[in-house]
């Protein structure tokens, strides 16, 4: 079965530091999200990307997050200068449809910022 | 901003009972209802789907149903397999983007 693939698992970085969090979406898919959850809080939406540009960004996704598809396969959020508060699990997810049943998401990258 | 609530953080039940998992959202501008299934060290898995012009969808032992006056949704798993334990999100989405927005999550703990 098609998977998305998130790397790495584990990320730990020091505060004021960059980090870019890396998912491999479906091949065939074309819409792509961020979502985290802080731990022992719900999975929270972020940005959702169509067709090389944000199509919706949270309250959340702030100027020091962004996102980027580089190529044709990958799909990467960079925060620029992490802080306590931006440790939490970050999932990227996938989907050939904006009706989310062909929602996919990956097995998420634990960030701890230090 | 609670939207979707699951006031139930767990449950457990005993294996070849129903597990009722329940579900209340506050925005009438969802549309569409999803259920996802997590277990520990891996992203959230889709389970079932319902949308707003239906009150129940069947798949196998999973059923969920949709009351929407009450704005209550639930998931039904019958029989209960020890396989089911996990973490229960029930999620909506609205138009124009479907932007999926999470309870908080019912753990489900089916014992042998």
């Known amino acids: 079965e098609p998977e998305v693939t998130q790397t790495p698992s584990h990320q730990v970085t020091q505060m004021g530091q960059e980090v870019i969090l890396r998912c491999v979406p479906i091949?065939?898919?074309?819409?792509f999200y961020w979502y985290r959850q802080i731990l022992g809080q719900k999975v929270e939406f972020l940005v959702s990307?169509?067709?090389?540009?944000?199509?919706?960004k949270s309250e959340i996704f702030d100027d020091q997050f962004s996102v980027e598809r580089p190529d044709g396969s990958n799909f990467t959020l960079k925060i620029r200068s992490t802080k306590l508060e931006d440790s939490a699990m970050y999932f990227c997810?996938?989907?050939?449809?904006?009706?989310?049943?062909?929602?996919?998401f990956g097995s998420g990258t634990r960030l701890t910022v230090v | 901003d609670q939207q979707v609530k699951q006031n139930s953080p767990s449950l457990s039940v005993q294996e070849g009972r129903i597990s009722i998992l329940n579900c209340d959202y506050t925005?009438?501008?969802?549309?569409?209802f999803l259920w996802y299934k997590k277990y520990p060290a891996e992203g959230p898995t889709f389970l079932i789907s319902?949308?707003?012009?239906?009150d129940k969808n069947e798949d196998g032992r999973f059923t969920v149903f949709l009351n929407k006056s009450a704005k209550h949704l639930s998931l039904h798993i019958v029989p209960s397999q020890p396989g089911d334990s996990a973490v229960y999100f029930c999620?909506?989405?609205?138009?124009?983007?479907?932007?999926?927005?999470f309870g908080k999550g019912t753990l489900l703990t089916v014992n042998p």
């Open positions: 999620a909506a989405s609205s138009p124009p983007n479907y932007k999926l927005t």
């Open positions: 319902i949308s707003s012009i239906k």
């Open positions: 997810a996938s989907s050939d449809s904006i009706y989310n049943y062909g929602y996919t």
């Open positions: 990307f169509y067709n090389n540009e944000i199509s919706e």
């Open positions: 091949s065939n898919h074309l819409y």
């Open positions: 925005n009438s501008m969802f549309d569409y």
